[in-house]
């Protein structure tokens, strides 16, 4: 059954999200800052002129934009989603963003008659493409129900956590996870080749370990070979290890290992790579240590 689909966001993640949910046969409208990328057009889209118009062509409308402020001024802003809205109609945000702030944009969006869902995901480019994306969903069990096959197009592993801003609270929960443990990766590799290892030898010995993990398989490896272009650029991964320590605070709780990470990405940026690709953290490890992964070294 063909559903009137709206997606605002069209960036790395959301351009492919976008050309998935079109692929499954559904009527397509977008908008986005940028101008909209060709994959989106060839695969049927229909180019609105504000957030305004796709709110009200669409049935269910997806955001999937960078931060807090961004979500706030498409849904509520002039010329947002809110403005289009009618009773029935359906916001599933997918970006990542504030659990608090969610919860307030959800009442407020049920306020005019509509559901919501927040829906962020992990999985980065890669997986947007694949359509194989984890995604984490906080809202109402029977709005989550309605909407999961769309979901389904976008991902694989899709889970109802609870109610409004849980899929954002259990999203920043694994970027704390991801974040700890590209550090963890990045200082292994440091310390390895330093001390006259072959980084990528010893990469391919630890993934038949304990030690083995997604992480060490994807990102070790653009460590080893350099490739940081970017899937999830280090910019947006500040940005939600931010939100993990302003909700910890909140809750008078402590994340030593969270903040410790925060800072090193903060050196990162302050070197100009806030644009690479997350596993570029090792790049901040390698300055602190004088030595680059895989270069010569007189260790041994």
Do not use: Y
């Amino acid at each position: 059954m063909s559903i009137k689909i709206g997606f605002i966001g069209l960036g790395i993640m959301g351009a492919p999200m976008a050309v998935r949910l079109a692929q499954g046969g559904h009527a397509l409208f977008v908008h986005t800052r940028s101008q909209v990328c060709e994959e989106v057009t060839a695969a049927g889209a229909t180019v609105c002129a504000s957030a305004t118009e796709v709110a009200q062509r669409a049935d269910v409308i997806f955001t999937m934009v960078p931060d807090t402020p961004d979500v706030e001024r498409v849904l509520f802003g002039e010329g947002g989603v809110a403005a289009g809205l009618s009773a029935g109609k359906t916001v599933v945000d997918m970006s990542s963003i504030s659990p608090m702030a969610t919860k307030d944009f959800a009442r407020r969006i049920e306020a005019l008659g509509a559901e919501w869902l927040d829906a962020p995901v992990s999985g980065g480019e890669v997986g947007a493409k694949a359509g194989t994306l984890s995604i984490m969903v906080g809202g109402e069990e029977a709005t989550f129900a309605r909407i999961k096959p769309l979901f389904e197009l976008m991902g694989k592993n899709i889970t109802r956590v609870g109610g409004a801003g849980a899929g954002q609270t259990t999203k920043v929960a694994n970027q704390i996870i991801v974040a700890l443990n590209i550090a963890a990766v990045g200082e292994a590799l440091v310390f390895a080749s330093k001390a006259g290892a072959d980084p990528a030898k010893v990469r391919e010995a630890l993934m038949g370990g304990f030690a083995s993990s997604r992480i060490l398989e994807v990102h070790g490896e653009r460590m080893i070979k350099r490739t940081f272009n970017p899937g999830f650029r280090i910019a947006l991964h500040q940005k939600d290890l931010n939100l993990a320590l302003q909700s910890a605070k909140a809750m008078n709780l402590a994340l030593p290992n969270t903040a410790g990470t925060a800072q090193l990405m903060q050196a990162a940026a302050a070197q100009g790579w806030d644009q690479l690709d997350h596993s570029a953290l090792v790049r901040a490890l390698e300055v602190m240590g004088n030595h680059e992964v895989g270069s010569t070294t007189d260790a041994g």
